[in-house]
């Protein structure tokens, strides 16, 4: 089993950036996959971000395309979430997953959760 530990939330405004960083530990990662969810307040879970581990393939959301970008550093066993240009539709707290296999975007497939980190964006 993969433990996960999110940081890098907090609270900015409108228009400005943060990034989420998850680490991994307790296995190799090198044949899994990351992903970024996120819930806002009263609403349902959603996609944001996956990453194939080992190629760096990704996968992102229609909704925060162009704006966050996710990656990963092997040495570290680190992912991360960029998030630029934040708007206060993006205020929500945010979860990262880790799966053994390739990135989706279908949160039952993922095996392992970090326990959220918030972001909160001001208007």
């Known amino acids: 089993q993969v433990q996960l530990v999110e940081s890098g939330g907090g609270l900015v405004p409108a228009g400005g950036s943060l990034r989420l960083s998850c680490a991994a530990s307790g296995r190799s990662f090198s044949d899994h996959s990351m992903a970024w969810f996120r819930q806002p307040p009263g609403k349902e879970r ?5 990453i194939t581990w080992s190629v760096g393939y990704t996968l992102v959301a229609d ?4 704006r966050f970008t996710i990656s990963r550093d092997n040495s570290k066993d680190t992912g991360y979430l960029q998030m630029n240009n934040l708007r206060p539709e993006d205020t929500a707290v945010y979860f990262c997953a880790a799966r053994h296999g390739a990135r989706t975007a279908l949160a039952e497939l993922y095996t392992s959760w970090g326990q959220g980190t918030q972001v909160t964006v001001s208007s």
């Open 46 to 50: 959603e996609f944001v971000a996956a």
């Open 63 to 66: 909704s925060v395309q162009g």
